[in-house]
């Protein structure tokens, strides 16, 4: 490709809005551009990233035996109504009208239209197991888009479902999509873990995440330092290795605590540890008030009250519950003396003589013990894992890391078939919702992962198998014959060989060019410059260590296509 005839607008400055170095380096590079906040065109550079990736997901998921096809990105009310997820999403779901005023959404998954498409063409388990998949655009109306493509709102997703006869075949399925999920991201050349993940609102008996390790990542790993158990922070269990308090149980004392509302302002006023307060969240569960308490450093984990309780729907109450069911403003809940329902985490039980909430402004209650001033209904795991937790598998500890989202599978059981009516004939003759799983993707997401684990500071630093361009070949001279012409011969001689090559024929400084070249990450480039052309040489230099040699014009092609197998391997 001719650099003049081609589009590859980058840039010196970075837009204020980009945080993390991978939407930095897209914006930088002429990949993308913003057109609205979390929805961006693909510039050439980024579609043909993200044409790379597609490729790699096609091959894998075809190997798998899955059948790709397209579904529409606009679905009609009506499937979502009847699988009853319509009124269960909120603004997320971005809802359109037609002309005809009829109720539509734009597509941020497709449970409900492969479902349609299956029930219309498939009555017998003879045509079981079927996986089809599909790599579309998505809409999600995510209430705060950032980080460019990693959380974009309009974004493209593979997603694929299997359709079973019953559990084993669905196992089956989802094994097969599990293994062709590690041979994607190897291909892609991404260092990740796979996570048992929480299977959030679809329900189904278990999922993995597979994420991208990355300090921008925005989901935290649980992973043991001696076994391979790992896991999404939101699924993370903890053991039950608390002994009850058995000390001395101290008068229970209200105390005014002027100014002091958050953990870290009441252990400051009482001079004690945050581990020595209790803090007693009010949620809402499915609409039922109920208190849940946890020790002062430890974090409440919503994913686990809300499988504790099998809820749909689990938030923080709003100030006027609180206010109502506790007679507490915001801030000072305690467990003592209120009229719902109180939970605890596993670690309280340990505890003794701490100091909760008076359930009045700016006072607390201190030598506090659960049993003497208040009843748990029940004790379970109720906060976020943390490093130095117990693992629950062995005697090692957990380590926390970040990761990027990058694919999610899940088992669907009939969540979607029963609610659909989308049944087949069994061997008996019986008829029964077929057994699903759905698997997905984040294709624009895993260029931002890819981008986030291969850059420095000069720019993106692409694996030679996922480059844009392999080569970039650089005459520095634009006016002198020699160079313009040993750089075409170069840039003819290897695209000869159907390798990928840039040419840089702009009129630009060398400067210009060898920045450039660094920002977009090609990994080796040829340089044609007068000097090293009067001893019959050009220089070869190599992106991800920085070294560069002087080689005949003669054997350049040779030695540049040595150091692309070098740097394959
Ligand atoms: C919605 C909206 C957002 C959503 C969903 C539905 C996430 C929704 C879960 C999934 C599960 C799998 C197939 C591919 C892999 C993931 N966000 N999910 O169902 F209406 Cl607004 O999408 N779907």
Known sequence: MRYSKYFIPTLREVPA???????????????????????????????????????????????????????????????????????????????????????????????????????????????LPINLYQIQTKFRDEVRPRFGLMRGREFIMKDAYSFDVDDAGAN????????????????????????????????????????????????????????????????????????????????????????????????????????????????????????????????????KVKNYFDASIVDFATPAEIFDHTGSPMGFCGPCDIKIPVYGDFAVTEMGNYCVGANSKETHKINVNHGRDFQFEAVDDFRNAEAGDNCVACDGKYEITKGIEVGHIFKLGTKYSSSMNAMFLDNNGKRNPFVMGCYGIGVTRVVSAAIEQNHDEKGIKWPVHLAPFKICVLPLAMKDKDVVETAENIYKNLTDRGIEVLLDDRDERAGVKFNDAELIGIPLRVVVGKKTLADGKVEIGVRSTGESSETAVDDCCEEIVRKLQELSA
């Open 17 to 127: 809005d980009a945080e993390v170095v991978s939407h930095k380096l897209m914006a930088r590079a002429g990949m993308i551009k913003k057109l609205a906040s979390g929805i961006y065109s693909y510039l050439p550079l980024g579609v043909v990233m993200i044409k790379k990736v597609e490729e790699i997901v096609r091959q894998c998921m075809n190997e798998a035996g899955a059948i790709e096809l397209v579904m529409p990105s606009v679905q009609p009310a009506e499937l979502w109504q009847e699988s009853g997820r319509w009124d269960f999403y909120g603004k997320e779901l971005l809802r359109i009208k037609d002309r005809h005023n009829r109720d539509f959404c734009y597509g941020p998954t497709h449970e409900e239209v492969i479902t349609d498409i299956i029930r219309s063409y498939i009555s017998s388990y003879k045509a």
């Open 172 to 303: 089956e399925s989802y094994k097969k999509m599990y293994d062709a999920y590690c041979k994607i991201f190897e291909r892609c050349g991404l260092r990740y873990k796979v996570v048992e993940a929480d299977s959030g609102a679809i329900g189904g008996s278990y999922s993995h995440e597979f994420m991208v390790l990355a300090d921008t990542g925005e989901d935290f790993v649980i992973s043991c330092d001696s076994c391979d158990y790992s896991a999404n922070v939101e699924k993370a269990p903890l053991k039950n290795e608390y002994k009850p308090f058995a000390g001395e149980m101290k008068p229970a004392e209200d105390i005014e605590t002027p100014g002091a509302k958050t953990v870290a302002e009441v252990a400051e006023f009482l001079k004690v540890p945050d581990a020595a307060i209790i803090k007693t969240m009010v949620l809402n569960v499915d609409d039922k008030i109920i208190a849940v308490c946890v020790r002062g450093d430890h974090e409440l984990n919503l994913a």
